[in-house]
């Protein structure tokens, strides 16, 4: 969950903010996973001999805790059942808004582990809480939830004052993958912050709406998209790949980064136009590293993919030779 927030827009060096947000952006995912993983690590590995998990009393009692690691143990407690009574679902509640950001995400969870029909009210009146923290936690946990009510209700709140909590509303929007919110996260493509234009990719390309297609290459080929907001718009289009987005496509081979050239290869893979076979040809000299192989490797499995699709559209008896 980002805490981030809109700071002064006319001090400081412009160039250091543009380095700085995508790495700011990029520490807080991976401390978020890191954490993650230690802390299941650690949980397995103590409690594999250990004592039982507790009650639902001691449970609230550990929420209530000066020391974080009771208070984010507490919260896990709680999620383990289901039909939590109304004190235990008003701790997590508090909890929502600790100072701690892991226990903030661990009462998100066992919330939303809870019956629907009882947490869903806590959790609507949350996104309204004055305590951005809370509205934040309130969203990640109707995400986690998802449903029809759930990204409705989050849909209410696309243009929370805070930015921290607008992002969080996206990528909750993201895991409700319901493509009827598009007319919620396409204003976040302009958003001034660029974790929330970033967060609203990142759902819009989830929902699987078309309609979303066009904001997605217009905003890919705005000047001056930060880096991680290039690689989630990109990544979009790739999941939504429309014929009328085959020009942003296409400058984005040329990207300076191999993740964007590499999800633009992807997307051009399912345009079969002429434009696309001789601009993937031409990416399959391009050594961009990716995550796994390189750019030129996604090329190539761009074309393989549009020789395939022509094959199947050939008439019978026939082939298609793709140039």
């Given at each position: 969950?980002?805490?981030?927030?809109?700071?002064?827009?006319?001090?400081g060096?412009?160039t250091?903010?543009?380095?700085?947000q995508?790495?700011?952006?990029?520490?807080?995912?991976?401390?978020?996973?890191?954490?993650?993983?230690?802390?299941?690590?650690?949980?397995?590995?103590?409690?594999?001999?250990?004592?039982?998990a507790?009650?639902?009393?001691?449970?609230?009692?550990?929420?209530?805790?000066?020391?974080?690691?009771?208070?984010?143990e507490?919260?896990?407690?709680?999620?383990?059942?289901?039909q939590?009574?109304?004190?235990?679902?008003?701790?997590?509640?508090v909890?929502?808004?600790?100072?701690?950001?892991?226990?903030?995400?661990?009462a998100?969870?066992?919330?939303?582990?809870?019956?629907?029909?009882?947490?869903?009210?806590?959790?609507?009146?949350?996104?309204?809480?004055?305590?951005?923290?809370?509205?934040?936690?309130?969203?990640?946990?109707?995400?986690?939830?998802?449903?029809?009510?759930?990204?409705?209700?989050?849909?209410?709140?696309?243009?929370?004052?805070?930015?921290?909590?607008?992002?969080?509303?996206?990528?909750?929007?993201?895991?409700?993958?319901?493509?009827?919110?598009?007319?919620?996260?396409?204003?976040?493509?302009?958003?001034?912050?660029?974790?929330?234009?970033?967060?609203?990719?990142?759902?819009?390309?989830?929902?699987?709406?078309?309609?979303?297609?066009?904001?997605?290459?217009?905003?890919?080929?705005q000047?001056?998209?930060?880096?991680?907001?290039?690689?989630?718009?990109?990544?979009?289009?790739?999941?939504?790949?429309?014929?009328?987005?085959?020009?942003?496509?296409?400058?984005?081979?040329?990207?300076?980064?191999?993740?964007?050239?590499?999800?633009?290869?992807?997307?051009?893979?399912?345009?079969?136009?002429?434009?696309?076979?001789?601009?993937?040809?031409?990416a399959?000299?391009?050594?961009?590293?990716?995550?796994?192989?390189?750019?030129?490797?996604?090329?190539?499995?761009?074309?393989?993919?549009?020789?395939r699709?022509?094959?199947?559209?050939?008439?019978?008896?026939?082939?298609?030779?793709?140039?």
């Open positions: 969950m980002s805490d981030s927030s809109t700071g002064p827009r006319a001090t060096d412009a250091s903010r543009r380095i700085s995508p790495v700011q952006g990029l520490r807080a995912v991976l401390t978020r996973l890191v954490y993650r993983v230690r802390r299941k690590v650690t949980y397995w590995s103590e409690r594999r001999s250990g004592p039982p507790p009650g639902e009393p001691a449970a609230i009692g550990w929420l209530r805790s000066d020391e974080p690691r009771c208070r984010w507490g919260a896990e407690a709680l999620a383990r059942n289901s939590r009574s109304s004190e235990a679902i008003a701790a997590l509640a909890a929502m808004a600790d100072a701690e950001p892991f226990v903030r995400w661990q998100a969870e066992a919330l939303a582990a809870q019956q629907a029909n009882r947490v869903f009210p806590v959790l609507r009146g949350a996104l309204a809480d004055s305590e951005r923290l809370r509205r934040q936690s309130a969203a990640e946990a109707l995400g986690l939830m998802g449903g029809e009510a759930a990204a409705l209700t989050l849909s209410e709140h696309g243009a929370d004052p805070d930015s921290g909590v607008r992002a969080e509303v996206a990528r909750a929007l993201g895991m409700c993958g319901d493509p009827t919110c598009v007319s919620v996260l396409i204003p976040m493509l302009a958003d001034e912050s660029s974790d929330v234009r970033r967060a609203g990719a990142g759902a819009l390309g989830r929902g699987g709406n078309l309609s979303a297609a066009a904001p997605l290459a217009a905003a890919l080929a000047p001056g998209q930060q880096l991680l907001v290039r690689r989630a718009l990109a990544a979009a289009l790739a999941r939504l790949p429309h014929p009328d987005v085959q020009p942003a496509l296409l400058a984005a081979l040329g990207d300076p980064d191999p993740q964007v050239r590499g999800y633009a290869a992807q997307a051009l893979g399912q345009i079969d136009t002429e434009a696309s076979h001789a601009a993937l040809l031409a399959k000299q391009d050594t961009g590293k990716l995550l796994e192989g390189t750019v030129a490797d996604r090329a190539k499995a761009a074309l393989a993919m549009l020789e699709r022509g094959r199947r559209a050939a008439p019978s008896g026939g082939t298609t030779e793709v140039h």
